[in-house]
């Protein structure tokens, strides 16, 4: 069995190169590589001197350093490097998943999430957003595995501190299974650093990443946490696919952490000004209903009036405007658009002017 095609990446890889203002992608605008260097404060030369042999296949000892220290109690041996929280969430999924296994998680959903689940035999059990974020939604839901993707869902909604505090003791006191997709822990809304809920001695699994944080998709540095048995039969698995990360890749990666306090305030404040300024506009735009502000994260959740197509809208609005956007459609929900804040900012608000100004879109 071969998992559907991946919806939102056909369109992405139609769109996101040509827009003027790219409000579809799910993480900041990239940096150039000077650029990159400098922010993980890393000289040309430095990248000269690097042997180009693999990488350890669990990653190097003091990149996976760098990555434990962000989680309370983690130690590097918890730690397994990958190509991408994709290839994080393939591996965990195919280690932790049997054929009829139920997995619940927040819906809409990134798609990797359900799909990877779902190929290997898995019952889906979707929790709307619209009551996710309640503790006492999920103690009716039996499931072998239960996925937390907050903030990182298309609606970038999550929980409050005492839902989440009782959701996570109600867990621990069942010794429930959980796969936390923490992949916008460096974009909280406000604070330098999002909470985890990642604790491997008790199966509370974690996938995360920087790269679509720190505008540097191009890395393709992510990470798995778990406890030592479960990450080893992940690391073999792993041998049949990527094997290792790029030498040059983990390399900046280790200094981008390492110096992250430098520029991760910068970063922090253009997406959340972004966010502010579609929350001033949005009901300005053309055939919007409501929009959910992101809680975390830079992704939200926009609603259009009833009976609009959402594909329609999104292609006209790129014909006319240049703005691309991610249709509802693409995460299997239709009547809504998913909007991404990491554009530059003076890109956002011309983009913005132009949808406003845009009426015919249906």
């Not at 409000?23 to 000289?43: D, K, N, T, Y």
């Not at 990797?112 to 779902?118: F, G, N, Q, R």
């Not at 830079?298 to 292609?315: F, N, R, T």
Request: with cysteine; hydrophobic share 40%.
């Amino acid at each position: 069995m071969e998992p559907r095609e991946f919806f939102i990446e056909d369109r992405l890889e139609r769109f996101r190169l040509k827009a003027f203002c790219n409000l579809g992608e799910s993480g900041l605008g990239f940096f150039r590589l000077e650029e990159v260097l400098g922010m993980a404060e890393i000289s040309f030369s430095d990248l000269l001197d690097l042997p180009m042999n693999d990488s350890p296949n669990q990653g190097s000892l003091e990149l996976r350093k760098a990555i434990a220290s962000l989680y309370p109690g983690v130690s590097p041996d918890q730690v397994l490097v990958t190509t991408g929280t994709g290839e994080a969430l393939y591996l965990a999924f195919h280690i932790a998943l049997k054929p009829q296994n139920k997995v619940a998680l927040i819906w809409p959903a990134f798609q990797a999430l359900y799909e990877i689940p779902k190929m290997l035999g898995a019952e889906i059990v979707k929790v709307p957003h619209e009551k996710a974020f309640l503790a006492s939604t999920w103690k009716d839901i039996d499931a072998d595995l239960y996925i937390l993707n907050h903030p990182h869902n298309p609606t970038g909604k999550t929980f409050s501190d005492w839902e989440w505090e009782t959701l996570i003791a109600e867990f621990r006191q069942k010794k429930k299974q959980v796969l936390f997709d923490e992949h916008y822990r460096f974009l909280p809304s406000e604070g330098f650093m999002g909470r985890t809920g990642v604790d491997p001695n008790h199966s509370f699994y974690g996938t995360g990443s920087f790269t679509k944080c720190f505008g540097v998709t191009g890395l393709r540095v992510g990470w798995l946490i778990a406890e030592e048995s479960f990450l080893k039969r992940t690391r073999s698995f792993k041998d049949y696919l990527t094997h290792t990360v790029s030498p040059i890749s983990e390399r900046i990666a280790l200094g981008l952490l390492n110096a992250k306090e430098s520029f991760l305030p910068k970063i922090q404040l253009r997406v959340r000004k972004n966010i502010q300024s579609f929350d001033s506009i949005w009901k300005e735009l053309p055939h919007t209903e409501s929009f959910t502000t992101p809680a975390g994260g830079l992704v939200g959740w926009l609603k259009l009036k009833p009976g609009i197509s959402s594909e329609d809208y999104a292609d006209r609005l790129f014909e006319k405007t240049g703005v691309f956007v991610l249709p509802g459609s693409n995460f299997e929900e239709e009547g809504f658009l998913r909007i991404g804040f990491g554009e530059r900012e003076e890109r956002m608000i011309e983009g913005l002017l132009r949808w406003k100004k845009c009426t015919d879109l249906i």
